[in-house]
């Protein structure tokens, strides 16, 4: 029951409409007034002029007490179709004072509620990457790793020609190897745990493009203000799949990474100059960041530079 002031938004109509068939009761009790069996004109308008009166008293009050809520209704329509919902305006007292301040709380409730179950996919999604990424070293890579010390083992014994034929085994092996260490490196950055964000970036970007012909700049600024684990996990993936673009489908000849702080944000850029990015394609790539980005209340955006090449911006929340 919506209550200000103690009375209750009914008791108040009630109120108002008994304090009007009262003083309506009086004015036929106490006044001079009659009506007779067959009402004459005079009397007709005398009580059409009492009606109205009465009418439109009981408009003005009743009125009074529900058009707040009336505003407060369309106030929260308006809100809904913006994304985060808008706290509506609280009013400084009476009924609509309370309903705006008890939507708010809920509206609050709701948002930190979607926000726990945000992170904790996030963390989930991770621990899933963490857990792969330990199977594949484990096993893969230990598998892989014996094979490569029984093909030592073999070629110690091995007549000249079979030692050839062995070496080029060995080397398949060790790609494999390498390729089975990146895919884990990339599942689960170890360099983030260790070094921070800002290491992490460096080592990202070198892995990715000390072989390749494009050349990478970084600006990092200094004295970044410190995210939450899952925000700063949330960067890096964001620019290890942004990156991990430009190196597969860029050929770019220069790649630009930049992280600031802007306002209460933190805004991260990868621009390179190649071919540029077609318009709407989304892949698993650009979906995953835009989802990582939402997870933690940020946003992204996707698109072709003015000079030619793509930019991916992130902006989260610092
Ligand atoms: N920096 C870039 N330069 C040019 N084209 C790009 C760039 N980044 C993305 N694209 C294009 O956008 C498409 C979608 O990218 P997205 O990352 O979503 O998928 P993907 O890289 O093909 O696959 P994956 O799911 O492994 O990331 C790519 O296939 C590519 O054609
Ligand atoms: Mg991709």
Known sequence: ??????????SRVIAINGLLFALGTALLAFSPATVSSRPLWSE????????TVMIVANGVLVGGNL??????????????????????????????HDLAESVNDLLGRIESGQRE?????????EAERA????????????????????????????????ARALAGVREATRASLDEVRGVARQLRP??????????????????????????????????????????ELVVFRVAQEALTNVARHG?????????????????LTVDDDGIGIPTGAAGTGVRGMRERATLVGGHL??????????????????
């Open 1 to 10: 029951m919506l209550s200000a002031h103690g009375f209750s938004l009914s």
């Open 44 to 51: 007709v308008i005398v009580l059409a002029v009492g009606l």
């Open 67 to 96: 058009r707040p809520l009336d505003r407060l209704v369309s106030q929260l329509d308006r809100a809904r179709s913006t994304e985060p919902i808008e706290r509506l305006p609280v009013p400084r007292s009476g009924i609509s």
């Open 117 to 125: 179950s945000s992170l904790a996919a996030l963390a989930a999604q």
């Open 131 to 162: 857990r792969i990424a330990q199977e594949l070293h484990d096993g893969v890579g230990q598998s892989l790793t014996a094979v490569l010390l029984e093909i030592g083992a073999l070629t110690d014994d091995a007549d000249p020609e079979t």
């Open 190 to 231: 170890h360099v983030l745990e260790d070094l921070g964000l800002r290491s992490a970036l460096a080592a990202l970007t070198t892995e990715l493009f000390s072989h390749g012909a494009t050349h990478v700049r970084r600006g990092i600024m200094p004295g970044l203000p410190e995210l939450d684990d899952p925000v």
């Open 251 to 267: 050929r770019a000849r220069t790649v630009e990474l930049t992280l600031n702080q802007v306002g209460g944000d933190v805004v």
């Open 301 to 318: 955006e996707v698109g072709r530079r003015d000079g030619g090449g793509t930019r991916v911006r992130l902006v989260v929340p610092a």
